[in-house]
């Protein structure tokens, strides 16, 4: 697992550890059932705070991505499906907005293409 950690980047520094794990996780960089180092090591490797690594942990195991197995560690859940059931759910959560707004299928797409470039940096 290889993470870089961008001080001066506009992202806080656990949601680039969340956002690098999450999506090593999506590519099968990381194959579901790898265990992820500890907070506090991974906080040691990266020169952060153990409760920031703490905190994308956290998030990740609330997004599905990653489980907790009490001593045993914390291990790349099967997160495939959840992820994409939670992104399918915030589609249509959006798709009806735009239509109570009256936007038209054209801007409401437009719309998601500018918040998508936005969020990877395209």
């Known amino acids: 697992m290889t993470l870089k950690i961008h001080i001066d980047g506009s992202a806080p520094p656990y949601e680039q550890v969340r956002a690098q794990i999450s999506e090593q996780a999506r590519a099968g960089v990381l194959p579901v059932g790898y265990r992820l180092p500890t907070v506090r090591g991974l906080a040691e490797s990266l020169g952060l705070a153990a ?48 239509r109570r707004l009256g936007l038209g299928e054209d801007a409401a797409l437009a719309a998601v293409r500018d918040a998508l470039r ?5």
């Open 118 to 122: 936005a969020a990877y940096g395209g």
């Open 51 to 98: 409760n920031t690594v703490a905190k994308a942990y956290r998030a990740l195991e609330e997004d599905g991505v990653i489980e907790t197995r009490g001593r045993n560690g914390t291990f790349v859940a099967a997160a495939g499906s959840a992820a994409e059931r939670e992104a399918a759910a915030a589609a249509s959560a959006y798709a009806e907005r735009a």
